[in-house]
C-alpha cells in the first residue's frame, strides 16, 4: 500500500472511531492507531473492507489489546452483495451463477465471517441491516445439510434465518471482522 492510500485510510478510520465512540467506549485512538502500525496485512483488509462499502470500525479490545474491527455500515455492505455462501454453493449452481461466494471472498479479504453471536453483538451497537440481510458462519451440520444461515434486524429485533447455501439476493451480503493483535514498537 502506497503512503498516500494508508494514509488516507487511516484518517477515515479515525475519523470513524472519533464519530462513534459509543461502538468503544475506554478505547484511545493512539492504542488503535499502535496496533495498525507495521502491520500491512492488516491494513489492506481493512483497505478491502473500507473499499467495498465496509465502513469499518472498533468494537472491542481485549485484556491483551488487541482491538477487533466490524464492519459498521448502515446496511450489508454495498460492495459485497449478490454472493452465495461458499464454494461448493457456487458450484452447485447451474444457471445464474453469481461472480462470488461470501467464504471466499471473506478469506481473500483476509476477514473473517461474522458468528450469530458477534452478529447479535454488533446489533447491540446500533441498528444494522434494517433493508438488508448478511449471510454469517454457519456451523458445519446446517451446511452438510445444503444450508447456510444469514442475520438482519426487523420490528426491532434481531432475526437469524435459513437459506439454501446457493441462494443469493441484491440486498444479501455479508460483514466481516477482523483482529489485529500485534503491537510492533
Known sequence: MKAQERDKLLQALKTRFEGNMRRHVGIAWPAVLARLEGQPDALRSLQAMEATGGEPDVIEQDRAGAVTFCD?????????????????????????????SAVEWAAAMGIGLLTEERYRALQQLGEFDLKTSSWIATPADVRALGGALFCDR????????????????????????????TLRV
Open 72 to 100: 459498521c455500515s448502515a446496511e450489508s455492505p454495498a460492495g459485497r452483495r449478490s454472493a452465495c455462501f461458499d464454494r461448493a454453493a457456487l458450484e452447485s449452481r447451474k444457471e445464474a451463477k453469481p461472480q462470488h
Open 154 to 181: 426487523r420490528y426491532g429485533r434481531v432475526f437469524t434465518y435459513h437459506n439454501g447455501a446457493q441462494s443469493y439476493y441484491a440486498a444479501r451480503g455479508f460483514r466481516g471482522w477482523l483482529r489485529v493483535c
